[in-house]
């Protein structure tokens, strides 16, 4: 099976940095994506990492590291709108299927 | 920008009844899922169709289940003899490749919201 643990819930200012973090266990890893989700709506992709490194898109930066397991989502200068969940989803082997973890809940303050 | 998408919106049942999910991949995709959210929960994988038949399924898509690709346009996900534990939002999405150097991300509906009474 697998495992992708992420934080519930994070709080952060207007203007500010967020890293959202994300942990997983997986055999045949093949990719970490990740999705942005506003209440009621459907997830939209925003970032893909497959190698180890940053990728940087606009004000959304993702990163990985394979032998730790680990990425993160960092979102600059943050918006009110930028509130959402934001899904952290793992495809394992040469499918397609994505598992996703539970979302981390962002909330932006004025 | 193509979309993905789903009718109806909203579908309310009842218990036992049967429910016929619609959706409309993007057109050059070639790759399509259906995925599942109760309130409050993860998204959960359900099945995977790639040229005319199922990919990969998990142990939610039981008999219960079943998908088609009727014509070539439309995918759909029929529920049988529904149960009030499949009230969630069902997405339905797509992505234009897969394999191992792929990035083709997966692209969601808005999502069917059902609700079983």
């Known amino acids: 099976g697998q495992n992708i643990d992420q934080p519930t819930e994070m709080t952060a200012t207007e203007g500010a940095i967020v890293q959202i973090n994300c942990t997983y266990q997986t055999s045949g890893f093949n990719g970490l994506f990740w999705y942005q989700q506003h209440a009621g709506e459907a997830p939209t992709f925003l970032s893909y990492n497959v190698l180890d490194g940053l990728e940087e898109k606009g004000r959304f930066s993702s990163f990985l590291s394979r032998s730790k397991g680990y990425s993160y989502l960092l979102l600059k200068e943050l918006q009110m709108k930028d509130s959402a969940s934001y899904l952290c989803?793992?495809?394992?082997?040469?499918?397609?299927?994505?598992?996703f973890g539970g979302g981390t809940r962002l909330m932006v303050k004025p | 920008e193509p979309e993905v998408t789903q009718t109806p919106s909203h579908q309310v049942t009842q218990m036992g009844q049967e429910v016929i999910l619609r959706c409309v991949p993007i057109s050059n995709h070639l790759y399509f899922y259906w995925y599942r959210q109760i309130l409050g929960q993860k998204v959960e994988f359900l099945v995977s169709f790639y040229n005319n038949e199922i990919s990969e399924k998990s142990e939610i898509f039981d008999d219960q289940f079943s998908v088609e690709r009727p014509d070539g346009s439309n995918f759909t996900l029929k529920i049988r003899s529904t149960k009030l534990e499949d009230s969630a939002m069902y997405f339905c999405?797509?992505?234009?490749?897969?394999?191992?150097?792929?990035?083709?991300?997966?692209?969601f509906g808005n999502g069917t919201r059902l609700t079983v009474t």
């Open positions: 999405a797509s992505s234009e490749a897969t394999g191992p150097a792929s990035n083709s991300p997966l692209h």
């Open positions: 989803a793992v495809r394992k082997n040469a499918g397609n299927m994505l598992t």
